[in-house]
């Protein structure tokens, strides 16, 4: 009985492989990337663009490029970035499509990218929590989702952390920063983050998630907010850091 429903599964799988063939023959699958049809067993991208993905040796290093742009600002334990993100790279797409055009599934692929470097580097250890950046909820309503929250969920299944996403919030909806300077985009934030329950924070190491950092003012705003709180250490783990 055992080895005929064993038997039957087998074959539903090579069926529902063979349909998807069939499928892919028709709308094949793409990398989001280069733009390539993808093999059945790829996700997002191709293996060339996975190989080549340009990851920086951030998770290690606490003076890296990305934890300098905040020396002085506030004190954040470590800081570490999936990849480098320069002008005209085929990687910026992924970003633009997981904000942009939603596609909530690339920013848990980036995230278990991301975690499954955090996991084996010694810096993230013993983390209690991550936290995603939150977006307005009427920016929210109108993505979908909060593509911070994609990631963390993808980092968090690779990690086994928890993820809180309903703790820190975002109060004033901010309109958009592209033209305006340092000081004015960090006066514009610095007031619209609030821990709800700062008791469920206390004295834990959370990690701060986000999509791309480019002034690092939203970061900064967050992280003033968590560390009011007593005992509370923060680590900062995004996808991507603008023009490094
Ligand atoms: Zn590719």
Not at 115 to 130: H, M, P, S, V, Y
Request: net charge positive; aromatic share 10%.
């Amino acid at each position: 009985m055992c080895r005929a429903l064993g038997y039957i599964k087998q074959m539903k799988n090579k069926l529902f492989t063979y349909w998807q063939d069939f499928w892919y023959l028709f709308y094949p699958k793409i990398c989001d990337a280069c733009g390539k049809s993808l093999m059945h067993q790829e996700a997002i991208l191709c293996t060339e663009c996975l190989v080549k993905l340009p990851r920086t040796s951030f998770h290690d290093d606490t003076d890296n490029e990305l934890a300098q742009v905040f020396w002085g600002r506030v004190n954040i334990e470590q800081a570490t970035a999936l990849m480098h993100f320069v002008k005209g790279s085929l990687y910026r797409k992924l970003i633009h499509k997981l904000k942009y055009q939603n596609r909530p599934d690339i920013g848990e692929f980036l995230g278990r990218e991301l975690g499954g470097e955090l996991k084996q580097a010694k810096l993230f250890q013993n983390l209690d929590c991550i936290i995603p950046v939150p977006l307005h909820p009427d920016k929210q309503k109108i993505r979908g989702y909060n593509q911070a929250e994609m990631i963390a969920k993808g980092m968090s299944s690779v990690m086994d952390v928890p993820v809180s996403s309903n703790n820190l919030v975002r109060k004033v909806f901010t309109k958009t920063q592209t033209k305006k300077g340092r000081y004015d985009r960090w006066e514009n934030v610095s007031r619209v983050f609030e821990v709800h329950k700062p008791d469920e924070f206390a004295n834990k190491y959370v990690l701060l998630v986000d999509d791309v950092i480019t002034t690092g003012a939203t970061i900064e705003a967050c992280v003033q907010n968590l560390l009011s709180i007593e005992g509370t250490t923060v680590s900062l783990g995004c996808i991507g850091m603008a023009g490094s």
